[in-house]
């Protein structure tokens, strides 16, 4: 069976006007909205599952891709998180009638916490969020911080620099512009309010995010009501069957919850 072709939303305006590729199914109860990570795309295989699950519980799922990514417009290297974030608030002002589950993966978590913060007290303030190995404040902590002083002077002196992927067969530009604009958005100094249940799932074997990462955020979510669960042998992608029922029955208890 040919996959869904996506529809489309218009983003930005002027010269940075452009096209997002999303996928919305019908259903009851507040939408689910996936937040994918850093150079993944709606497709991907937590997504896919969630997507099977809502189709089967009858309940609203949307996902996107970011620009940059996926089938979206644009180059990847030419976005930051500021432009990912527009993506995500326009995906949720634009798709969902009421306040939306917001289920991030890795950076989609941060991007999560971040468009929370913005839809606090209004209509669309989220009813929960389901955080996959929330890589907040990753350009910083997890990039910058850890990056050898020849590659921090190869990004700020060519505004580049391509990292090898562990995912993809191709590199991934690291811009200069990326780490100076994640600056604007770090959560970290002081309390992050969601207003909102929070269900983290986290692997104690992942690479790319230390689970020490996932304590953090939950010592930072100090006034909302938050449950960790770690998975021992978990790596970054929590893509096996058994992650998978984990994150279906997390997202599942986030959206019934009264």
Not at 76 to 98: H, K, M, R, V, Y
Not at 219 to 228: A, M, N, Q, R, Y
């Amino acid at each position: 069976m040919a996959p869904q072709a996506p529809a489309w939303l218009d983003v930005g305006r002027g010269s940075t006007r452009r096209r997002l590729a999303y996928l919305a199914q019908p259903g009851e109860g507040p939408t689910i909205v996936w937040l994918g990570g850093f150079r993944s795309d709606m497709r991907a295989t937590k997504a896919e599952a969630i997507s099977t699950w809502a189709q089967s519980a009858g309940r609203a799922f949307v996902r996107f891709d970011y620009s940059g990514h996926g089938e979206s417009d644009g180059a990847f290297a030419d976005f930051t998180l500021s432009d990912w974030l527009e993506d995500a608030l326009a995906a949720i002002t634009g798709l969902c009638q009421g306040p939306p589950v917001l289920v991030g993966s890795s950076m989609g978590g941060w991007i999560a916490l971040l468009a929370t913060r913005r839809l606090i007290g209004t209509p669309l303030a989220p009813a929960g969020l389901v955080l996959i190995a929330p890589a907040v404040d990753f350009s910083e902590e997890l990039m910058w911080a850890q990056m050898p002083e020849a590659v921090r002077k190869t990004i700020l002196e060519d505004g580049v620099w391509l990292r090898p992927s562990a995912y993809a067969p191709e590199p991934t530009p690291i811009t200069r512009a990326l780490i100076e604009d994640g600056r604007r958005h770090l959560l970290f100094g002081g309390e992050i309010r969601t207003g909102c249940p929070v269900h983290i799932l986290q692997g104690m074997a992942d690479p790319d995010v230390p689970w020490p990462q996932a304590t953090k955020l939950v010592e930072h979510l100090s006034g909302d009501p938050v449950v960790l669960t770690l998975v021992r042998d978990g790596d970054h992608r929590l893509s096996t069957p058994e992650d998978i029922a984990r994150l279906t029955a997390a997202v599942a208890g986030i959206a019934t919850a009264p």
